[in-house]
């Protein structure tokens, strides 16, 4: 069982960084694969990013390649997303997932969720 609780969203200009937070309970949390989606207003969840269990290997989706920084710190249960550059498109609810999986982007494929924080970007 995995608990998940992410902070850290708010109100940001355009071109602004924030950094997300995803704290974890239980003690699996080192050996899953853990993801970040978004889900903007009137839009379906999609995938942003995912980290390897050992936190050595990241994807990204091609909308935030190279502004956003997905990391973990097993020591302390958390996992991180750094975005910088934010555009007003990044609006969204954010939500962070683990999966026992060993590498999948498919929400589906994600066993547990946190309850979202929101990050909203204006222009």
């Known amino acids: 069982q995995v608990h998940l609780v992410e902070s850290g969203g708010g109100l940001v200009q355009a071109g602004d960084s924030l950094r997300l937070l995803c704290a974890a309970s239980?003690?699996?949390?080192?050996?899953?694969?853990m993801g970040w989606f978004r889900q903007a207003p009137g839009k379906a969840r999609e995938f942003v990013s995912t980290?390897?269990?050992?936190?050595?290997?990241?994807s990204y989706a091609d909308s935030v390649k190279g502004r956003f920084t997905i990391s973990r710190d097993n020591a302390k249960n958390t996992m991180y997303l750094q975005m910088n550059s934010l555009k007003p498109e990044d609006t969204a609810v954010y939500y962070c997932?683990?999966?026992?999986?060993?590498?999948?982007?498919?929400?589906?494929?994600?066993?547990?969720w946190g309850q979202g924080t929101r990050v909203t970007v204006s222009k």
């Open positions: 997932a683990a999966s026992f999986r060993y590498y999948t982007q498919r929400e589906q494929e994600y066993d547990y």
């Open positions: 239980g003690r699996t949390f080192s050996t899953v694969l």
């Open positions: 980290i390897s269990a050992s936190g050595g290997s990241t």
